[in-house]
Every structure is written in C-alpha cells, then in structure tokens.
C-alpha cells in the first residue's frame, strides 16, 4: 500500500505544531472544567481532536494510560489529573516538533498547577502502527481524531496495536470522525483532506466491526454528534455529506459465543402486571425500570414477541450499567 498520505499527515502535524492553528480540527465537546485544573493557553489552541477521551470512570484504581497522538498536550494533562504518578500516563507521537511543543505546554502547565509534575508524563517518540510498548502493559490506551486517517490496512493495524498492548479488560478510548454517506474515493484519496480529518471517515457500523474483528468483546458508543459538512460550494462533490464524530470505548473483555456485545444506547423497559421481568438469560427487568440492553440483547427481546416490553432505538449515547 502507498504510505506516502502518511508523510503528508506528518508534515500537516508538524506544520500545526510550529505554527498552532485554531480550528484544525472541530471539538465538539465542551473541554473539562476540573477542580484545580489550569489548562494553558496553547494547549487549548492545539486542542486538535474531534471529541474527548477523558472519562472519570475508565480513571479509577490510578491506572497506566497510553495516549496516542498527543497534539498540544491537553488530553494528556487530563489524564495526568486523575492518574498523578510518575510515568503514569504514557504520551507518543511520531512528530518530532508535535513532542517538543507538547513538552513545552506541559512545562507552562506545571507552573499553573500545584499538583502536576511534568514526570506524570512520559514523552516517547512512537508510530501508532508499531507501538513501543510491552504488550498487555496499559490499563487504558487512547486517541483523539488521529485513527481516521488511516487506510484500511494500517487502520486494522493500529487497532491490533493498542489491542496488544491493553492488559485483559483494558479500554480503548477513541473519538474519531465518521460518515454514512459514500465518500468520493477522489476526497478519500486526497492526502491532505484526509490529513485534515475529514475524507477519511467510515461509517459507525464499519468501525465498529473492525474493533469486533480486533478482538474487542465489549463496545460502547458513548456519544455521536455533528462534525463537519461538506459542501458542493467548497468541495469538487454533488451533494452535500455530513461528518459526524463519535467516542467509543472497547473494552479487551473475552469474545462471546455470540459474538461482542456492542452498546448503541438501547434501553429496555417492562410495563407488565408483574413487579418484573426475567429472560432467563441474565437480564432482570424491574417494572417500569428502564435498562441498558446491548444491541443483541435487544434484538433477543425483540424476538419475544411480548406487548408489554418497550424497546427504544438507538440513541448513541451510553453511560454504562445495563445488561452484560
């Protein structure tokens, strides 16, 4: 496969490190608002990601994070609030200039707050197809609109990567870009549209069965929002296609007979005579009660046939508990 859009990602990435560019890539979640977390400046300028990866509830038990892709630094410095050890938090990038800028903010970073030390952090230079780290070695492993630019092959390849290097029931964090609609191969082959993040989305099905065949048996689409639209006045296209972004966890949970249970924000809910339901297969519905169900759970209940279950569509928005 020709690699050389990977070249022209690199010097896109080198480019915004030098010379930081609002609005290079569109967040579309608001940035954390932390007890005692001072976010500098640059840092929020170089804020390159389409989401966020930081959540309170992968954090737990001071876990070892690896982030890929580190942009200006912020996300690392998030990580950094809830994991507070040496070399707790494990940050690369291929770009040499990306580093040294991470490295800088994070040293303005140490002197805006008390409790961060720049050792938290530790800086390597890596290539997300080929990790440099220990396998089964991290708790949570992450990146932010980073993924997306990948071609099919190296895409499978980075997701093994972080699959390898996730200790059992590790999470892997990602916010990427992502479109239903066909992209035209001459934007999905234009190396600095794709650079940019937004010719190289696939649709949410698609990825999500590659992190099944990876070998993740849990994921969880967490949020999906707009993104981008592109436009026949600004691209050589007919008709308008919307980019949107989603986070997604995948947990390295053992595969199911049945395959991975894949979370799209489906709820079920009894409204029967009795005080509850039981499927007989793990899933205990409390009478007007709504519950978390995976998709196949859902299908399965679905399946019954009984008029006094409600089963909801997908909302694309899950917060754990539930069934599985």
């Not at 008390?114 to 197809?129: C, N, Q, Y």
């Not at 396998?135 to 993924?147: I, R, T, Y």
């Not at 297969?281 to 409390?286: A, I, R």
Request: hydrophobic share 35%.
């Amino acid at each position: 496969m020709d690699t050389s859009y990977l070249t022209t990602a690199r010097d896109v990435y080198k480019e915004a490190a030098l010379n930081p560019q609002p609005g290079l890539c569109c967040t579309t979640t608001p940035v954390w608002q932390l007890p005692d977390l001072a976010i500098p400046k640059t840092m929020l300028t170089m804020n390159y990601g389409c989401g966020s990866t930081v959540h309170p509830r992968d954090l737990a038990h001071s876990p070892t994070i690896l982030y890929v892709g580190v942009g200006g630094g912020m996300e690392v410095l998030q990580f950094a609030y809830f994991s507070r050890k040496p070399g707790g938090v494990i940050g690369l990038d291929v770009v040499d200039e990306m580093l040294a800028a991470c490295r800088r903010n994070l040293q303005e970073a140490e002197l805006q707050n008390p409790w961060f030390r720049s050792s938290f952090v530790d800086l390597r230079k890596g290539d997300a197809l080929d990790l440099p780290i220990s396998g089964e070695s991290v708790d949570v492993a992450a990146q932010n609109c980073l993924f997306n630019i990948f071609h099919g092959r190296d895409l499978e390849r980075a997701l093994a990567e972080m699959h390898r290097v996730l200790k059992p029931h590790g999470r892997l964090i990602l916010s990427d870009p992502v479109c239903e609609a066909p992209m035209p191969e001459h934007l999905r082959n234009n190396e600095r549209l794709r650079a940019l993040c937004l010719t190289g989305a696939i649709p949410l099905n698609d990825y999500i069965k590659r992190l099944a065949d990876t070998g993740f048996g849990t994921v969880e689409v967490r949020a999906r929002r707009p993104y981008r639209v592109l436009s026949p006045r600004h691209y050589p296209i007919e008709q308008v296609i919307v980019v949107e972004s989603v986070e997604i966890c995948a947990i390295k949970d053992p595969m199911p007979a049945d395959g991975p249970c894949v979370f799209t924000g489906k709820a079920a809910i009894y409204f029967g005579e009795g005080d509850y339901f039981d499927d007989q297969k793990g899933h205990f519905l409390t009478r007007n009660q709504p519950l978390s169900v995976c998709d196949k759970t859902a299908r399965a209940l679905a399946a019954l046939g009984r008029d006094d279950l409600y089963l909801s569509g997908s909302t694309y928005f899950y917060d754990g508990g539930g069934c599985c």
